[in-house]
């Protein structure tokens, strides 16, 4: 795993070994949950081919409302600092993986299929599938990350152009 030090905004070119870091966190994931109904997602920049992402793997996880305390624990035991509610968002749970100040992985966790679960999807998809809003994120996030003061000056400003992309969009 790549992982990116969580002061420090770092934007890398895709690489593909991402997905197999992906692939063996969820196995890692479900070995340790022992259940296979539960749906793990690789999501965000480094998911989606030939953008630059930080390189930080981003996991949607559903779980149901009944396997949320087994995923928790099994993230827990697996070195994840579970965070609770994520924001106001009813459903939606969070979970970080550091290494010291290295963040490795970020844990959506959703106990329902959310308007915020299908929109991490999609937007995966959309973009995977066309090149012309690939480029434009690309482009958009390159630039933002040569302007901006700090990471999570970065993290707001791009949130908001992917909430209006999303809108305008999907």
């Known amino acids: 795993m790549f992982g990116m030090n969580k002061k420090k905004l770092q934007l890398l070119p895709h690489n593909p070994l991402?997905?197999?870091?992906?692939?063996?966190?969820?196995?890692?994931?479900?070995?340790?949950?022992?259940?296979s109904t539960i749906q793990i997602e690789h999501v965000g920049s480094t998911?989606?081919?030939?953008?630059?992402?930080?390189?930080?793997?981003?996991?949607?996880?559903?779980c149901g409302e009944k396997g949320l305390e087994?995923?928790?624990?099994?993230?827990?035991?697996?070195?994840?600092?579970y965070r609770g509610q994520f924001d106001d968002?009813?459903?939606?749970?969070?979970?970080?993986?550091?290494?010291?100040?290295?963040?490795l992985c970020q844990a959506h966790i959703y106990?329902?299929?959310?308007?915020?679960?299908?929109?991490?999807?999609?937007?995966?998809?959309?973009?995977?599938?066309?090149?012309?809003l690939a480029k434009e994120y690309n482009d958009y996030k390159l630039q933002l990350?040569?302007?901006?003061?700090?990471?999570?000056e970065y993290a707001e400003i791009k949130?908001?152009?992917v909430d209006s992309f999303i809108i305008k969009v999907l």
């Open 18 to 35: 991402w997905k197999e870091d992906f692939q063996a966190e969820k196995e890692r994931i479900i070995s340790a949950v022992q259940d």
């Open 47 to 62: 998911s989606i081919p030939n953008i630059h992402a930080k390189p930080i793997l981003d996991l949607a996880i559903l």
């Open 70 to 81: 087994v995923i928790v624990n099994a993230l827990k035991n697996l070195g994840y600092d």
């Open 89 to 103: 968002e009813i459903g939606h749970f969070y979970a970080v993986l550091d290494k010291g100040d290295i963040r």
């Open 111 to 132: 106990s329902e299929k959310t308007a915020d679960w299908f929109s991490k999807l999609k937007f995966r998809n959309v973009l995977s599938q066309n090149a012309e």
């Open 145 to 152: 990350a040569e302007t901006v003061s700090s990471k999570g």
């Open 159 to 161: 949130d908001k152009w």
